[in-house]
Nanobody, 124 residues
Framework: QLQAYGGGLVQAGGSLRLSCATS????????MGWFRQAPWKEREFVAAIKWSGGSTTYADSVKSRFTISKDNAQNTVYLRMNDLKPEDTAVYYC???????????????????WGQGTQVTVSS
């Protein structure tokens, strides 16, 4: 199971940290991803991290502003979001996929498990 939390309302230029707590199975060989979905838009990739090794990848729109990380002891994945913009407003979902190859990390269909989502609203 995945549980995402940490969303909220923030002004443009502000920061938030999202958390994705994992439980129920070992995710050591999984890729953990963050996706987001704004109203009337398709779900889009934000960032991903390999639980083993820690390699990361980001969407161009968030690169240099967002940082994905993990805490092995807490079995939790984080998404630190800095310099937030109104266009970052969306429901953010964490996801886990087993054995995803690097070139497929940005594809939502590659992921097996999804959290319930947490709302991020950025006001201008």
């Amino acid at each position: 199971q995945l549980q995402a939390y940490g969303g909220g309302l923030v002004q443009a230029g502000g920061s938030l940290r999202l958390s994705c707590a994992t439980s129920g199975r070992p995710f050591g060989r999984y890729v953990m991803g963050w996706f987001r979905q704004a109203p009337w838009k398709e779900r889009e990739f934000v960032a991903a991290i390999k639980w083993s090794g820690g390699s990361t990848t980001y969407a161009d729109s968030v690169k240099s502003r967002f940082t994905i990380s993990k805490d092995n002891a807490q079995n939790t994945v984080y998404l630190r979001m800095n310099d937030l913009k109104p266009e970052d407003t969306a429901v953010y979902y964490c996801a886990a996929g087993y054995g995803i190859i690097w070139t497929s990390m940005q594809l939502s269909r590659a992921y097996d498990y999804w959290g319930q989502g947490t709302q991020v609203t950025v006001s201008s």
